[in-house]
């Protein structure tokens, strides 16, 4: 067996969890760092644009966490147990599976947006110049997205086979080479002329064009548990089943996810620009705990996954309790210093008052319950390793009822901003403790 897949296997947990998340760290972080650095770019053009790119964030995080999360975690797991289960073969011709299935869910989101994109953005509340706007974003974003879902897919192989550093060396690279080419494209850095908003979607498509060919070209060479030839090339049914066994009930999560974000962003809307704006910065701060859970997600997914090949579940149990405790104390240290000091920070997105208002408002209901929402997202995670989704989907559409649910419910009854982000920190709570209860209660076994 491989010597990485045997300390996976072997190797104390704690420690090994640590290691393998601390390269994955740098990488979402850098990702989380370009979309916050974008929203302060976009927040230098005035509070339409703000605006705008709060209605399109649904889309965004869509994208990112169907082909990242769903998707990318699926064939994680799948490279991850044919590995722990000593079968490099089979891993092989799994990684072109995953390319298969990034252009098939690619073409999927296309069509779905090219038939339904313009209506959904107005439904949410998008009129006059912030639709413009909306729709100069969305426009790139979807139709270039194919380089979104080949980085998200062929990045998650590596993280499969343990790989994390050379992922997360891609991921910084990659991100890094974006801020600078969002600073020219929108704001005009090195004297080119801005194209504004629609400059952040330009680079997201461009920079993850090169990501993944890195990636492409790295596949094909030596030394790696498992490599994607020519000899192993062609569509196998079974070995898509495995990813898709995963991803089927995986993509549900992101998917109500992104609809528990459309719902409040749509309740928000009809409040006005103003706390639109405000929730669009609260929100993606909310990035700030995604680097690091995912670092420890991703980590997950990989190990329990060749825990669960190797048939070793006791393991693979235990590593997600470890995980989710880390995760717990990441989102309550980051949380909660956001929600006690919310103008050591806010003043970096907007100087309107206003909307500084919002922000803080959203911070300092939703913060203190981060820690909830970060072991819900790693225990999401490592359910993917071990193949057993059904109570993180649950969890997912209790989130949902409550958060929108709830929110929808207060403001027919006289509620206003503070009610929708109340619902919104409950359904924090109640998707973290779901996932965490039905873990100890056996829902692996």
């Known amino acids: 067996m491989d010597p990485r897949t045997q300390r996976l296997l072997e190797a104390p947990l704690l420690p090994l969890i640590l290691k393998l998340a601390a390269p994955n760290v740098s990488g979402f972080l850098a990702q989380s760092a370009v979309i916050l650095v974008e929203v302060w770019m976009i927040g230098q053009l005035g509070t339409e644009p703000l605006a705008a790119i709060a209605l399109v964030f649904p889309l965004l995080i869509l994208l990112l966490t169907v082909s990242g999360g769903a998707v990318g975690g699926a064939i994680s797991s799948s490279v991850a147990r044919y590995l722990g289960a000593g079968d490099a073969g089979s891993a092989g011709r ?6 298969i299935l990034c252009f098939a869910a690619y073409a999927g989101f296309l069509l779905i947006y090219a038939l339904f994109g313009a209506a959904f953005l107005a439904w949410m509340g998008g009129a006059g110049n912030i639709l413009t706007l909306a729709l100069a974003y969305a426009d790139v974003l979807m139709w270039g997205g194919i380089t979104v879902w080949l980085t998200s897919g062929l990045g998650a192989i590596f993280r499969g086979m ?8 891609v991921m910084v690279a990659g991100y890094a080479l974006q801020v600078l080419v969002s600073g020219t494209l929108i ?3 090195f004297g080119v002329s801005p194209i504004g908003i629609a400059g952040a979607a330009y680079s997201t498509v461009l920079v993850s064009g090169l990501m993944a060919l890195v990636y492409l070209l790295r596949l094909m060479g030596p030394s790696l548990p ?8 062609g569509y196998r049914q ?3 089943e495995d990813i898709l066994r995963v991803a089927r009930p995986a993509a549900l ?13 749509a309740l928000v809307a009809r409040v006005g620009d103003v706390a639109l704006a405000g929730f669009g910065v609260g929100a993606r701060i909310e990035f700030l705990i995604t680097p690091i859970v995912l670092s420890i997600g991703a980590s997950l997914t990989a190990l329990v996954g060749t825990c669960v090949g190797a048939g070793n579940r006791d393991r693979a149990i235990k590593a997600a309790m470890v995980g989710a405790g880390l995760a ?4 309550a240290g980051i949380g909660l210093p956001l929600a006690l000091a919310p103008m050591a920070w806010i003043p970096l997105f907007t100087s309107d008052a206003d909307v500084t208002a919002m922000t803080t408002t959203y911070i300092q209901y939703a913060g203190p319950f981060y820690a909830l929402l970060a072991v819900g997202l790693v225990l999401y995670f490592a359910a993917q390793g071990a193949g057993r989704m059904r109570w993180p989907v649950i969890a997912t559409f209790v989130r949902f009822s409550v958060a929108v649910g709830g929110a929808y419910l207060w403001v027919a009854w006289g509620g206003g901003f503070e009610a929708i982000i109340m619902m919104a920190a409950a359904g924090m709570v109640l998707y973290g403790a779901i996932i965490l209860l039905s873990l100890k209660l056996g829902a692996w076994r």
């Not at 799994?94 to 390319?99: D, F, R, Y």
């Open 94 to 99: 799994l990684m072109w599976q995953a390319i």
């Open 162 to 169: 343990g790989l994390m550093g050379f992922s997360a060396e």
């Open 187 to 189: 704001l005009g850095w």
């Open 226 to 233: 498992s490599r994607l030839t020519s000899e192993r090339r």
């Open 238 to 240: 079974e070995l898509m």
């Open 253 to 265: 999560s992101p998917v109500v996810t992104v609809a528990t974000v459309i719902g409040l962003t």
């Open 328 to 331: 717990a104390v990441i989102g």
